[in-house]
Each structure stands twice: as C-alpha cells, then as structure tokens.
C-alpha cells in the first residue's frame, strides 16, 4: 500500500511537489524509511550483552526498541522508549507483543516547540529514574526542533555513576555531533564514529564510559574495525599560532 501511494506520487507529481509530499510523509513517520544497516545492531546487541546495563532510556521508537526490548526483556534491565508520534507508539508495542517480549516500553510524549514536551518527560523520569545507557534518535528533524534540548535533562537522566554508553544516531548533523562532543565532555565519556554504510550519508556517535572501553576490544575483530575513535577537540588557546 505505501509503496503504491510512493509510486503514484512518484510518476504523478513535478518533482518539487513530490519532494515536499515524500519529505512531509518521511517526517511524520507516515512513510517508512530505510532503518540503519545490520552491522550498527550487531554492534548494539554485542555492547549489550558486554556492557549488561540496567536501565535504558530512548528517543525515537523503531526498529531499535525490538532489540532493545529483547535483552531488557531477558536480562531483567528497565527500559522507557520515549516516541513523538501515536501511530509509532502503538506499531512498535505491537510489534513487542508480537515478538512476545516486554509490551507497553513505549511511552507518548508528543513534540511541544523544539523538544519532546519537556514536563510530561520529567514526570516519566521522576517514575523511570537515571539510566546507564541512553539513545538519542529523536526527535524527528524537522524545522525548529533542536535535538540539544535534551541538555537540560542530562544531569538526571544520565547516572554519572552508573553510565555505560550514550549513543547518538544522525551525528553526521554538525548539531548533533556537537551534542555528542559535549555530552562527551560533560560526563567524561569516550566518542567512537560509526558510518552506517546501509544508509547513505548516516553516522552514529558511540559515548562510553572510560571504564567501558576494553569491551570495544571484545567486539568481532570486522566490527570493531568499523568504529572510529574521535580525536577530542583541540583546547582553546590565546597563544598565537606558531608558524
Ligand atoms: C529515526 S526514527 C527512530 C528509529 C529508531 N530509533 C530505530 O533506530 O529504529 C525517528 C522517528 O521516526 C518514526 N519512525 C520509526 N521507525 C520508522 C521507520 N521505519 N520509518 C519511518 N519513520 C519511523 C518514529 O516516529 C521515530 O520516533
């Protein structure tokens, strides 16, 4: 059914209305995209089964939550995915309890202004509490939203410490790699690049915990091959330059 519509629109429309109806259906999770490629989950289940963390706390249900789910399910960890869009909300409990794994982790905490409505997100805080591991896939890029309003709810979401890893998707956005850079520095975490190779143009930002990085060493050496460590920024200085 949503490939005929893509294909009607396709062949129907000029190309800058067609652009703007594939980008608005894209954005509003009407249109399913192509999800990150196989080595980014084998990458995050291996770092689940190393890290074992014990409660998790996501932005952006998906595909994501079912692997999610399944280790929280079996291994006894929380977890809280937090998801903008109703329509989301209940395709991915659906598909949990299809799976038959732990139902109803996602949680509807719609968009208000650049971020997820920030009281109805304390409140779920106040009941889940700190996690030790947290994904930043949300919310969805469009105009005005601004995923660094997540800042003001670090100090509590993150345990200082307990935190595993902190893993943000779309980090081939300038914002959201400064995001992560600053995470990084204000929790003294390690930053690792990985290019999704499946998704064109997509990068993902792997946080760990200093404590946590000999599990990189863990990994299948064909994994570990793909994740890059990011130098840490260079110190401002007032000395000026030699040349
Ligand atoms: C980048 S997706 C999050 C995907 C999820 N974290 C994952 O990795 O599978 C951001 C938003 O798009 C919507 N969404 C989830 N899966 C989708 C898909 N396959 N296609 C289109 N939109 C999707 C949801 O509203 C979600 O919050």
């Not at 650049?114 to 591991?133: M, N, S, V």
Request: proline share 5%; net charge neutral.
């Amino acid at each position: 059914m949503v490939s005929k519509v893509r294909t009607i629109v396709r062949h129907v429309l000029p190309r800058p209305a067609r652009d703007a109806v594939l980008k608005a259906a894209h954005t509003r999770g009407l249109m399913p995209w192509a999800t990150k490629g196989f080595e980014v989950w084998l990458i995050v289940q291996h770092l689940l089964l190393l890290l074992r963390p014990q409660a998790m706390v996501e932005f952006g249900s998906g595909r994501s939550t079912d692997y999610l789910a399944e280790y929280a399910h079996k291994s006894g960890c929380r977890l809280m995915s937090i998801e903008e869009n109703w329509i989301y909300v209940a395709k991915v409990n659906l598909a949990l309890r299809l799976l038959m794994t732990r139902t109803n982790v996602v949680r509807h905490v719609p968009v208000k202004g650049e971020w997820y409505d920030h009281a109805r997100f304390d409140r779920l805080l106040d009941a889940f509490g700190p996690a030790d591991f947290v994904f930043i896939d949300g919310p969805v890029d469009r105009e005005g939203r601004e995923r660094a309003a997540i800042e003001r709810h670090l100090d509590r979401l993150i345990d200082l410490a307990e935190v595993k890893l902190v893993l943000l998707d779309d980090t081939q956005r300038p914002e959201v790699k400064a995001l992560a850079l600053r995470i990084a520095e204000r929790f003294g975490l390690v930053a690792y690049d990985l290019a999704d190779t499946h998704k064109e143009g997509n990068a993902l930002t792997f946080l760990l915990a200093p404590g946590h990085t000999a599990a990189l060493d863990a990994l299948a050496p064909s994994l570990r091959a793909l994740l890059e460590p990011v130098a840490a920024p260079a110190a401002a200085t007032d000395e000026p330059a030699l040349t």
